[in-house]
Every structure is written in C-alpha cells, then in structure tokens.
C-alpha cells in the first residue's frame, strides 16, 4: 500500500489486485493511511497494459506484462526450485528483484540466482509519539498461528518470572489482529494469563497502537525464539516494522537475536537483544533500575526510527521508478 501511495504521489493511477474493494477501508482504518487515488480491482492481468507493476511473490516467479515490473519478497523463501529455467526466462521481464531487508535478500539471491536491492518497509514514524510514560511493557503482532507465530505465550511466561521477581507495579500489553488463525491461541492466552497484569488487546485501530506506543517504557518481541533461522528463515522476524512503531514512540525495544531486528537494533545503543529467556527478564530489570541508561536509550531508539519513515522509503522507490 505505501508503494501505491507513492506511485500516486508521483501521479500514476494506481490500480491494487485484490478480490473485496471493502479491503481499502479496512487497510485504511487499520494502518492509519489514506488510499485516495488507489482502485481496488479483480484483475490487473500481471500488469498487461500498465506503465508499471509492483508485484507481491509468494515464492513463484510471474509472466510479469506491464513496461517496468517490480518483483517484491517479503518472505525469505528457500528450496522452492527458484533457478529453474523457466524462471531465469521470466526474470528477463523483472526490472529489479527488491527485498523487505538484508536477512530476506540472503536468502532470495541463493534461491533465485538474483541480486536483489534492499527497501525498508516504511514507518509512519511521523504519527507516533511518545506521551507521558507508564509502566507498560508493550508487544505488537498478529495472533495468527500459520507460517510465522508471533511467540506471546513465551512473553507471557517471562513477565510472569518478572512479576514474581518483585516487578509488582508494571503490566504487559498483547496488542494484534486475530482475523486470520488466530482466535483460539487468543483463547488460550487469556486462561494463562490468570491473575497477573496482562492485557490482550484484539484487532486495534492504528490510532489505539500508536498511543500505546507512546505510552510504553519496553517494547518487547520474542519473534523467532526457539528456531533454527538458517534452516527455517520464514519462522523468524524477516524485518520489524512494530519495533520501529515502537521506537518512534520512545519505547526502548527488547527483541530476540534473529531476522531482521539485527538490521534495525543496535545492541546495546538503541535497544537490546536477547537469545535466551533468562536474559529477556535479566537485562528488562536491569534496563529498569537504571533511570539514566534508560533515557539515553529511549532518545537513541527515538532517532534510529527516522532511518525508516515514509520520506526515505519514497525516495527509494523513486529512485527505482
């Protein structure tokens, strides 16, 4: 959707394949964005008759017939044949191969044979805020247990051992869409939650995460734990657009050691990484009784945000165009 928001911008009529057009006032409402421009359509017939197509893979390579074709993976794909000869053929129609971050794109160059450029995905680092501050550990993701699980059983677990380590006036927030294979694992989330102080928040409004952003001290994110991220790349987190949302909003992000979180946390300066559980709560309490190192990290998450707004993405885009 912000690649069509750019396309208008730069004044092309921007057709969007999709098979509900009640899916633009969804996206709208969920992401915070505006759409004005932008028709929602059964088919664009793999952009025959188009100037430019921007095309979401799912692992398979497209007979791509607009003038200008933009393959784009979000998913580190792997052992899906991707050198075939019939794909090297249909490469020739793609004008760039572009990559959600570098962890994504090390694995697509292997597969594909091809060398992809990398595009952050952007950030509406410019409508999130920080407010005055709780004592609030936050965590961002959908609760869908398909392809990739977001892990909050694991963070549930943690703040448990927190909480009984004396961490009595603090809660965790749970916040994420349960559209999509996601209700009954919100089910059993909230019978293990039990008496503790641990919210779950279903499907919010961009306008909710955005002050809960603002309103958090620790952003945490257990994405990617207890899997082998060679062997199983799609399970991890490919780049992490919530960390960022979160760092805009002053949040200090503590994330697990994998995906594309290396891309965005600096350890140490912006953030802090993590690989086992004892260290999530071990170094949450000591970020927690040290006032001074926890400023200076929430201004420096602060500013490594703007690294991946919507102005730099456009310029990238652009660039490609």
């Known amino acids: 959707m912000a690649v069509a928001q750019t ?34 359509v059964g088919d664009v017939k793999r952009g025959d008759g188009y100037d430019i197509c921007f095309w ?3 692992g398979s390579i497209p007979t791509l017939k607009a003038r200008k074709n933009f393959l784009h993976f979000q998913v580190p794909f792997q052992k899906v044949k991707g050198k075939t000869l019939l794909n090297r053929m249909k490469l020739f129609r793609i004008s760039k191969v572009i990559c959600n971050s570098k962890f994504t794109k090390s694995f697509i160059d292997k597969e594909y044979g091809v060398e992809a450029v990398v595009i952050y995905p952007p950030v509406p680092v410019d409508k999130i805020r920080p407010k005055k501050k709780e004592n609030l550990i936050l965590f961002v993701g959908r609760f869908s247990q398909l392809e990739q699980v977001k ?3 694991v963070l549930v677990t943690a703040f448990k051992r927190l909480y009984g380590s004396g961490l009595k006036h603090w809660r965790l927030v749970l916040a994420g869409g349960v559209e999509v294979g996601g209700r009954e694992f919100v089910q059993k989330l909230k019978k293990s ?66 995906g594309g979180y ?3 946390i600096i350890d140490g300066e912006n953030g802090i990484l993590w690989s086992k559980l004892s260290e999530l709560t071990g170094k949450s309490l000591k970020l927690i009784s040290d006032k001074v190192e926890f400023k200076k990290m929430a201004e420096a998450a602060k500013e490594r945000s703007k690294a991946f707004g919507y102005e730099v993405f456009n310029r990238e885009i652009e660039k490609y165009l």
């Not at 730069?10 to 964005?33: H, N």
């Not at 952003?219 to 760092?247: C, L, T, Y």
């Open 151 to 153: 892990k909050q059983d």
């Open 56 to 58: 979401v893979s799912d």
């Open 262 to 264: 290396r891309e965005i």
């Open 193 to 258: 939650v039990g008496n503790y102080p641990i919210e779950i928040l279903e499907s919010p409004s961009f306008k909710e995460i955005a002050s809960l952003y603002g309103r958090a001290k620790i952003f945490w994110s257990a994405v990617g734990f207890g899997i082998n991220e060679r062997k199983e790349p799609e399970k991890v987190e490919h780049f992490g657009i919530s960390v960022v949302e979160a760092m805009a909003g002053g949040a200090v992000p503590i994330a697990y050691r994998a």
């Open 7 to 40: 396309l208008v911008e730069a004044g092309y009529k921007v057709d969007v394949e999709w098979s509900s057009p009640s899916m633009k006032e969804k996206l709208e409402k969920r992401f915070g964005i505006g759409l004005e421009g932008v028709s929602f």
